[in-house]
Every structure is written in structure tokens, then in C-alpha cells.
């Protein structure tokens, strides 16, 4: 089945780091994305990974991915208030154009 | 270069009236999906159009129902519009010749209130 999962809240301290967490429960998803939304604005690409790599790094996001368990995590070094957005975690099979979004993950940045 | 621009940003409509949802695609590209997010949800993928074709369709009733122009510009229609069709309106576009990873780009949304 399709079902992408992520834990609704996280709140962290300027200059500390993220991860915000997701499972996914199909095992023949081939693409797995991070977007980030703000208030009032679509969805923006930060970072994506193919189910054949275990980690991506890309300048303060680092991405991990256990497909045995079918985990993916999003890990932002020194965050900023300017990170404080929705997070989502989506995944898409190569025989499918559609992306499948979980709830979001609402991280909160502290001064 | 604009981006993927949708039109309008709000409007507000009674139950069983019928809107149309209009949708720009980024410069060079020529695949335009739809996606409707509920508050506080994920979006949800409603169906992609790909040369002036519906070519794949998400879980949503036949009230929902879309176009594709050649220039590649969409147009998303709910008929009989229910309180539950309430929602933020994405489009996305992408590049059939992208590379395999196939980054959608969004728009803004467009925000429907039924009443």
C-alpha cells in the first residue's frame, strides 16, 4: 500500500541541528524527496534520493535512507530561524509520475 | 524565467457550483500535474497531463476533471463542489526530458473555499 508517514512536530534551538523523520511502506518506491514549505508558498525541492543510495549530502541537509526499514531521514546542520517551514517527505515509484506526500513535519526554529 | 504561476490565488464558491483553476507551467517544461492539499495535510495527487493527455490519475472522483493546452498552460474543473473540496490547489511542472529523477516544480496554489 501507499502510505507515507512523519511525526508532526519539531522544535529546536537556533544553531542546533534537525532531523525530521519519515517511513514509507512501499518497498518498489524508487525516488524519495524532501520539500520544504513556507506559509502562503507551493512546495520547494531541497533534496531527493534514489532507493540505491543510502546517504546524500548537499552543502547543511544530509539525507539517510534504511530501506530495510523503509526510513528516511532529513538532518539540517545549524539551523536557522529562516528553516522554520513544513517539512514533507514524498516518494514516487519508477513506473508512476505521481509523488505521495506524507502530513508534513512542522519544525519550529528558536531564537 | 517565471516560475510556475497559478490563477486565481483565492476564490470562494457555494456548494454545487462548478470552478475552473488555471495553471502555468515553468519555461521548457511541458508536463503539468495537479495536487490538492487539505489543511494541515500532504498534497494529494490528482492526475498528470502530458501532450494535451490525461496519462495518469490519482484517487479523485470524475468531478474532477482537467486539460492541457499546446502550450502546455492547464486548466483544473471540480463540478457539483462539495464543502470537502476545500482545499489549497497545487500545479506542478516538469520536463519530460529531465533527468530520470523528475523534480516537479510548484506553483503557489490556489486556495478554494466552498461555502
Known amino acids: 500500500g501507499e502510505d507515507v508517514e512523519q511525526s508532526l512536530f519539531l522544535s529546536v534551538r537556533e544553531g542546533d541541528s534537525s532531523v525530521i523523520n519519515c517511513t514509507y511502506t512501499?518497498?518498489?518506491?524508487?525516488?524519495l524527496y524532501w520539500y520544504k514549505q513556507e506559509p502562503g508558498a507551493g512546495l520547494q525541492l531541497l533534496t531527493y534520493?534514489?532507493?540505491?543510495?543510502d546517504m546524500k549530502q548537499d552543502q547543511r541537509l544530509t539525507v539517510l535512507l534504511n530501506k530495510k526499514d523503509k526510513h528516511l531521514s532529513l538532518r539540517i546542520a545549524d539551523t536557522q530561524t529562516g528553516d522554520s517551514a513544513i517539512y514533507f517527505c514524498?516518494?514516487?515509484?519508477?513506473?508512476?509520475?505521481?509523488?505521495?506526500f506524507g502530513s508534513g513535519t512542522r519544525l519550529l526554529v528558536r531564537p | 524565467d517565471a516560475g510556475v504561476t497559478q490563477s486565481p490565488t483565492h476564490l470562494i464558491k457555494t456548494r454545487g457550483q462548478q470552478v475552473t483553476l488555471r495553471c502555468s507551467p515553468k519555461?521548457?517544461?511541458?508536463?503539468v500535474s495537479w495536487y490538492q492539499q487539505a489543511l494541515g495535510q500532504g498534497p494529494q495527487f490528482i492526475f498528470q497531463?502530458?501532450?494535451?493527455?490525461?496519462?495518469q490519475r490519482g484517487n479523485f472522483p470524475d468531478r474532477f476533471s482537467g486539460h492541457q493546452f499546446p502550450n502546455y498552460s492547464s486548466e483544473l474543473n471540480v463540478n457539483a463542489l462539495l464543502l470537502g473540496d476545500s482545499a489549497l490547489y497545487l500545479c506542478?511542472?516538469?520536463?519530460?526530458?529531465?533527468?530520470?529523477?523528475?523534480?516537479?516544480?510548484f506553483g503557489p496554489g490556489t486556495r478554494l473555499t466552498v461555502l
Open positions: 506542478a511542472s516538469s520536463s519530460s526530458g529531465e533527468s530520470s529523477y523528475n523534480e516537479q516544480f
Open positions: 512501499d518497498s518498489s518506491s524508487t525516488y
Open positions: 534520493i534514489f532507493s540505491n543510495m
Open positions: 514524498a516518494e514516487r515509484m519508477d513506473s508512476s509520475y505521481k509523488l505521495i
Open positions: 519555461s521548457g517544461h511541458d508536463t
Open positions: 497531463y502530458y501532450e494535451e493527455e490525461e496519462r
